[in-house]
Structures are given as C-alpha cells and as structure tokens.
C-alpha cells in the first residue's frame, strides 16, 4: 500500500509522498506493552562473507554508519559471528540489527524457534527477502518480521524482496540518525531512543534514498511492521 500511487502521470505521485506507513500481522502486536530496558543495548550483527554466497562488502559500511550514531557503551558489535553468540545476547537486547544474506523458505516458515524477548523493543532485518511472505497465501503473514513481533519485539524494519547491497548502508545511517537525534528534554548520558519513532524514521531514511533517484524496485521492499 505504501507504493500505491500514479506513475504515469507527468508528476508522479505515491501514498508515501503523503504518509508515514506501518503494517502489522495482528491487532495484538500493537496493543502489547513496550518495556522500559535498562540498560539500552544496540546489537548489530554483520556477515560479510556467507559461504556459498556473494561477498555483502557494504555491510561493513553499514556498521560503521551506525557507530557514528550510537553510543559505544550502548553498542554490541559482532562480524561473522555464530548462533550462541548471538543467542546469548538476545535477552538483553533492545534494538538487533542484522546485516547479512536472507532468504525466504516458504515451504517449511514454522519449522522454527525463538525465545521471548523481554528487553526487545526493534528489529532491523538488513536482508533480503525478510518480510516477504508466501504468494500462495496471501491471507497469512508468516515470514521472519511477523515472527520476531510474535516472539515480543515491538517493531521491526523488514524487507519484502531482495535489496541493493549499497542501500543498506545509506538506509541504516538516515534511520539511526533520525532515531538518535538529541531533544532538548534529554539529559546527558540517559537518552534513549524512542523506538516508537521508528516508522517515521524509516520513512525519512527511505525519502532520502528516493531523492538520489534510484528504481522503484530498490526503495519499495523497506516496511515497518508492529509498533
């Protein structure tokens, strides 16, 4: 819906010219509580060399973006890291942000497991193909984003197809910048970032992409699910 809009017009025009969108799978995932951690933790997780795959050498652009937003005593960082690692870091983490090759396995999407994540409050799946979904059932939301609001994460920034290498980076550095700006109110060395700012965040990330001019196949796949 968020690509909706007239194209062949001499001024093109899309609802994402006008509103900030946001989808979800269930009523519940907006309803649900947002927990107050402490500390904030920031985990990122890059993989720029998947056995098997193409080398994904922007992503270490993407981590680099990100620390020069974040505070490096709120920063976990990990490059070509293994599942217990990263596991081992979950529960306590309020904002996972991975970078990394994605892809969706409609056949078998629940043979799956998570723990709830008291702490978690976003999601950002810098990979291909994670909100994307099974065209053989249009009615059901089951992809690796719906799943992660399920397992308690009170919102996540997805994808719906396969993304350009090169725009995670610029993606990652508008919508950190926007999430990490500092307000008046903040008082020195207790800002948090209000995830619940999230989707406007991505929509200022994803309006400075579309200003290089880049394709329509390159900006649309960028959603905001939950809260």
Not at 159 to 184: C, H, N, Q
Request: net charge negative; with cysteine.
């Amino acid at each position: 819906m968020h690509a909706a809009g007239m194209y062949n017009a001499g001024e093109p025009q899309c609802v994402s010219d006008y509103v900030v969108s946001s989808y979800t799978p269930t009523i519940t995932a907006l309803l649900s509580d947002v927990p107050i951690p402490d500390p904030f933790k920031v985990m990122v997780v890059i993989e720029p060399n998947t056995p098997g795959q193409s080398g994904l050498s922007y992503t270490v652009d993407e981590l680099q973006r990100i620390e020069s937003h974040v505070p490096e005593k709120d920063l976990i960082k990990f490059q070509s890291a293994n599942v217990e690692e990263v596991v081992s870091h979950l529960l306590t983490t309020s904002i996972a942000h991975f970078a990394c090759h994605g892809q969706q396995h409609p056949e078998n999407p629940l043979e799956s497991a998570l723990q709830p994540t008291p702490n978690a409050r976003l999601a950002f799946l810098g990979a291909c193909q994670t909100a994307m979904g099974d065209k053989t059932l249009p009615d059901e939301a089951i992809h690796l984003a719906s799943t992660l609001l399920f397992a308690g994460f009170q919102g996540v920034v997805a994808t719906m197809w396969s993304i350009s290498d090169e725009d995670g980076p610029k993606v990652a550095d508008a919508f950190y910048e926007y999430l990490y700006r500092k307000k008046p109110s903040a008082i020195a060395g207790m800002f948090q970032p209000d995830t619940r700012e999230a989707a406007r965040a991505l929509y200022v990330a994803i309006d400075k992409l579309r200003s290089e001019g880049v394709s329509f196949k390159r900006w649309v796949p960028f959603i905001h699910m939950g809260r």
